[in-house]
Structures are given as C-alpha cells and as structure tokens.
C-alpha cells in the first residue's frame, strides 16, 4: 500500500517544481507565437500596441493581487465567486486602459481580443502561482 504522505512528498519535490516549467515553457511559447504574428503582420502600431497590452495585463494581474486576492486569501475567503470578481475586475480595468484605437489595431489580429485578454491574464495569474510556490 501506497503511504500518503509519501506521494505528498512526491508531489511538492517533483510534479510542483514540473508544473513552474511547463508554464515558463508555456509563456515562453505563446510570447514566441506573438512575436510570430507581429513579424507576419509587419506593422509597427500592432507589435506597439501587442506589447502595450502584455504591459497592461501583468500591471492590472498584480494589482488586483496586491489590492484584492492577497488580503482575501489571508482571512481564508478566497473561493469561486472571489476568483470571478477578481477576474472581472483586472479584465475591466484592462480594457478601461485601452484606447480605442489600440482595440481596434489589435481587433484585426486576434479577432477576438477579449478571448484574449482572458488568455493573458490566466498566463499571468500562472506565472505568479508559479512564482509563488
């Protein structure tokens, strides 16, 4: 018989340094096929306005840490209705520093820039998960 604490070991020395990899790999890959969509696209507003929005997620992710998650966490109150305000704030703050102009450009690319916007704040609340651990 498998002892528990044993696979706890087995996971917390193994798999959680494992899963800290695969999401550097992870970003490291989707930053790859950006930079591969800029170069297609050649246009210096979009490869402006793409790293722009990369700057405005990781801001907003942070900040709705620090301000929301961080202190909910600390009383013990962070479930599922928690995890949804804090997503909805850091995606409305997001798009509130989106000029139009900069949704527009951006638009064009990615056709669906909310669907994308939410892609990147899961990269980014990963990257701080995995930091974390």
Known sequence: MIDTPMLQDIFFTCLLPLLGILCTYGIAFMRK????LQDNVDNKMFS???????????TCVIATNQTYVDELR???H???EEHDIA???????????????????????YKDIDF??????????N???????
Do not use: C, W
């Open 127 to 133: 990257v701080i998960k995995a930091v974390r651990a």
């Open 78 to 80: 962070f479930g599922p």
């Open 116 to 125: 994308y916007i939410s892609q990147l704040i899961q990269e980014q609340v």
């Open 48 to 58: 402006k306005y793409s790293d722009m929005l990369m700057g405005i997620v990781e």
């Open 87 to 109: 997503y909805h704030k850091t995606f409305d703050a997001i798009k509130e520093l989106m000029s139009e102009e900069m949704t527009t450009v951006l638009n064009e690319v």
């Open 74 to 76: 600390e009383q013990g």
């Open 33 to 36: 096929k950006v930079k591969e």
